[in-house]
Every structure is written in structure tokens, then in C-alpha cells.
């Protein structure tokens, strides 16, 4: 499984992004896929995580109520919809391939696959 995330950018505080998350293979739509991101100086943490058909999510308590995670499986690709965006939402967004979902959603240690991250500045 491959992974290339995009979308990133710079936007002001309040504004909107939507990140995406191309995978390539078909075991795509039988895993569990998650965001995770690291801002500089801090350890990668946990964004929001979306299980295979799309009908369980997942989210850090940052994030609630202003990200949306969503998946197309048609497409192989992963979605974050970020809103009301925040000057401490700046970081590298990785998207995450986890083959086995019994494993824990936010411990970026059960995932098996990574993209190369897109950047995301959130100005003041």
C-alpha cells in the first residue's frame, strides 16, 4: 500500500482546508485508515481515524465538532475536513493504513503504513 497526502496549504484562522489521502492497492477499502499529525518540537498525536466502510469515526477531543474524517472506497481515497481552524492546528497531517483494526485507533504504533505528510500553517 502506498499513501500520498495532499491538500495542505496556509490559511488564516477560521478558515478551511480538506486534506486527502490517495492509496493505491485494492486492500484499501478493507482497512481501517486514520490522520495523525506533528507539529514542530511535539511527538506525532492522533487526529481522527475512520473504520473500513466508513461507518464508525473516531476523533481526538482537539479536533471535535471541527474536523470531519470520511473515506470514498470507489476512489481508494481518505478525506479530512478541517473547519475553524486554529493557529495550534499547524502541523504535518500523515494519512495511516492499519491492516488490523483490533489494534488501538490512536496509537500510531498499529499502523502499517504511511504517506508522506502535507503541511498545514494555520496563521493568527
Known amino acids: 500500500v502506498q499513501l500520498q497526502a495532499s491538500g495542505g496549504g496556509l490559511v488564516q484562522a477560521g478558515g478551511s482546508l480538506r486534506l486527502s489521502c490517495a492509496a493505491s492497492?485494492?486492500?484499501?477499502?478493507?482497512?481501517?485508515m486514520g490522520w495523525f499529525r506533528q507539529a514542530p518540537g511535539k511527538e506525532r498525536e492522533f487526529v481522527a481515524a475512520?473504520?473500513?466502510?466508513?461507518?464508525?469515526?473516531f476523533y481526538a477531543d482537539s479536533v471535535k465538532g471541527r474536523f470531519t474524517i470520511s473515506r470514498d472506497n470507489a476512489k481508494n481515497t481518505l478525506y479530512l475536513q478541517m473547519n475553524s481552524l486554529k493557529p495550534e492546528d499547524t502541523a504535518v497531517y500523515y494519512c495511516?493504513?492499519?491492516?488490523?483494526?483490533?489494534?488501538?485507533?490512536?496509537?500510531?504504533?498499529?499502523?502499517?503504513?504511511w504517506g508522506q505528510g502535507t503541511l498545514v500553517t494555520v496563521s493568527s
Open positions: 475512520i473504520g473500513w466502510n466508513g461507518g464508525t469515526t
Open positions: 495511516a493504513d492499519q491492516i488490523a483494526d483490533f489494534r488501538s485507533y490512536s496509537n500510531s504504533d498499529g499502523y502499517d503504513y
Open positions: 492497492g485494492r486492500t484499501f477499502r478493507n482497512h481501517r
